[in-house]
């Protein structure tokens, strides 16, 4: 754990908060307002943001992973992420959000929102499980049923959550 601390820039931790923050405020403003969005002030079980519908009682846990346009992989139409086993625990109400930031602009517009579930399947690296997902257009992966545009995702959370109130999750 040391070593993967120290191997990440001094400003990951802030652009990953930003991002956090900049997803929670986007959907609650392209819901109008129908959903809520909480943040945890300390990331240690993989639950970075929980959303709720407003007037609700389910609720949807997420754990942001984000890529900035600036990465050589995002300029190539790719996207990669790793989320650590330790605090990885897959149930229906757990969503892995990965998200590719365009720097220049302070927005987003791809993203996948991806099951805990079905994360849980893929193939692991080092102990971490490996989200490798093309952002080109046409491109056939099987994170392709799970992306979203910005504009999408608060509509698709939105269902989820009915979902989880229906199933008592």
């Known amino acids: 754990m040391p070593d993967e601390y120290l191997s990440k820039s001094p400003d990951a931790g802030r652009m990953g908060k930003a991002v956090e923050h900049l997803v929670a405020a986007s959907c609650i403003i392209s819901s109008g307002a129908r959903l809520n969005v909480s943040t945890a002030m300390v990331d240690d079980e993989g639950v970075d943001l929980v959303f709720h519908r407003r007037g609700g009682s389910a609720t949807l846990a997420v754990q942001v992973k984000s890529r900035l346009s600036t990465s050589k992989r995002v300029q190539s139409g790719g996207f990669v992420a790793f989320v650590r086993r330790q605090t990885f625990r897959p149930r229906p109400d757990l969503y892995m959000l990965f998200v590719a930031v365009d720097v220049p602009t302070g927005t987003y517009d791809t993203v996948w929102l991806v099951p805990s579930e079905a994360l849980a399947s893929t193939g692991q690296s ?4 490996r989200f490798a997902a093309s952002m080109k ?3 056939k992966n099987k994170w ?4 979203l545009t910005r504009a999408e995702l608060p509509e698709r959370i939105l269902v989820l959550l009915d979902e989880l109130e229906v199933s008592g999750d």
């Open 144 to 147: 392709v049923p799970f992306q």
């Open 126 to 129: 080092g102990g971490k499980l």
């Open 137 to 139: 257009i046409g491109t």
